[in-house]
């Protein structure tokens, strides 16, 4: 029985820059204080605040690039992307030898929906610094979603090199091997990760698909259904869906229905759930 996989979605990664020791000349210590405390701000969502404290480091140090990365992240979350652009451009053009610009831009582009250009800037990013972690991600995301999955595959391996104590990396690499049917090595990278990181609800959920492909199905409902009531609603509406798949396997069309429908009620967007619906009727 061969399944459609959900991809599990990483979150689109704002690197928010809260140090300048690359930037020449050295930076005032104030206006490092400044940029810190403006990022712990931004990250915090206290935008005018973090917008303040960015722009008064930028009268100590007006060169200071992650000062000018960060601002212009301050009004990429207020939805002004023009005056985000010209920040991260201005930075850019002030050091482009740091990976910090380039992601930006490609966090702009992702924003737009102009998937080309991100992949360009999150690859000047890497070229700049192949260890920039939020680059890499973000890349191996977009070229998923593209359905390039041996290229997105290549960049998760790569990630569970530069930031091995995540689990993202392993699962973007799971759901590319299972996409690319190499069913065995996803078992691998499954197994590997759940020694690293233990019995996670992201990996406890790939076991269970796996095991709707080898249809087991009575296990694999069994294995999902502690996770109905995770607090994460898009995850729970994931189980929901498999569960769904499970069931209308077993041709339980009206257990299927009614798992289809709690995971719509959880996540209207859940496509798997919707197919399930159509076809238990």
Same mark, same amino acid.
């Given at each position: ?8 979605p990483l979150a689109?990664?704002?690197?928010i820059?809260?140090?300048? +020791?690359?930037t020449v000349p ?5 206006a ?5 405390t ?7 969502g206290?935008l005018s605040?973090?917008?303040a404290r960015?722009a008064?480091?930028?009268?100590y140090s007006?060169?200071?690039t992650?000062a000018?990365? *960060?601002?212009?992240?301050? $009004? ?5 992307? $023009?005056?985000?652009r010209k920040?991260f451009?201005?930075?850019r053009?002030? *050091?482009?030898?740091l990976?910090?610009p ?7 582009a992702?924003?737009r929906g102009?998937?080309? $250009?991100?992949?360009?800037?999150y690859?000047q ?6 260890g920039f972690?939020?680059s890499?991600?973000n890349?191996a995301?977009?070229?998923f979603?593209?359905?390039?999955f041996e290229d ?5 391996l790569?990630?569970?090199q530069?930031?091995p104590?995540?689990?993202s990396g392993?699962?973007g690499?799971?759901? +590319?091997l ?8 996803a ?7 759940r ?7 992201e ?6 698909r796996?095991?709707?492909r ?9 294995t999902?259904?502690?996770l ?7 995850r ?9 798949v ?8 009206p ?8 995971a ?5 967007t859940?496509?798997?759930?919707a ?7």
């Open positions: 029985m061969r399944l459609v996989a959900v991809v599990v689109m990664l704002v690197s820059v809260a140090l300048g +020791c690359s050295p930076l005032p210590a104030r490092l204080e400044l940029n810190q403006g990022a712990a701000a931004l990250a915090a206290d605040t973090a917008e960015f008064v480091a930028l009268e007006p060169r200071f992650e000018w990365v *960060n601002l212009g992240y301050v $009004e990429l979350r207020r939805g002004n992307l $023009e005056r985000a920040h451009v201005k930075a053009d002030l *050091n482009p030898d990976p910090a380039h992601h930006a831009l490609g966090v702009l992702d924003e102009i998937g080309k $250009e991100a992949e360009g800037h690859r990013a890497l070229k700049v610094d192949p972690v939020s890499r991600a890349l995301r977009r070229l979603q593209r359905a390039a997105s595959r290549q960049q998760y790569r990630l569970t530069v930031e104590d995540a689990i392993y699962l690499l799971a759901e +590319c299972l996409r690319l049917d190499r069913e065995g090595e078992d691998d990278v499954i197994a590997r990760a020694l690293r990181f233990g019995d996670s609800p990996l406890i959920m790939l076991v269970a796996q095991m709707l080898r249809e087991a199905f009575a296990e694999a409902e069994e999902l259904a502690p109905t009531d995770d607090m994460d609603r898009t729970a509406s994931a189980a929901w869906s498999w569960i769904a499970a069931r209308r396997a077993r041709n339980d069309r257990g299927a229905h009614a798992a289809a429908r709690e719509l009620a959880m996540d209207k859940n496509v798997v759930a197919k399930m619906l159509r076809d238990s009727r």
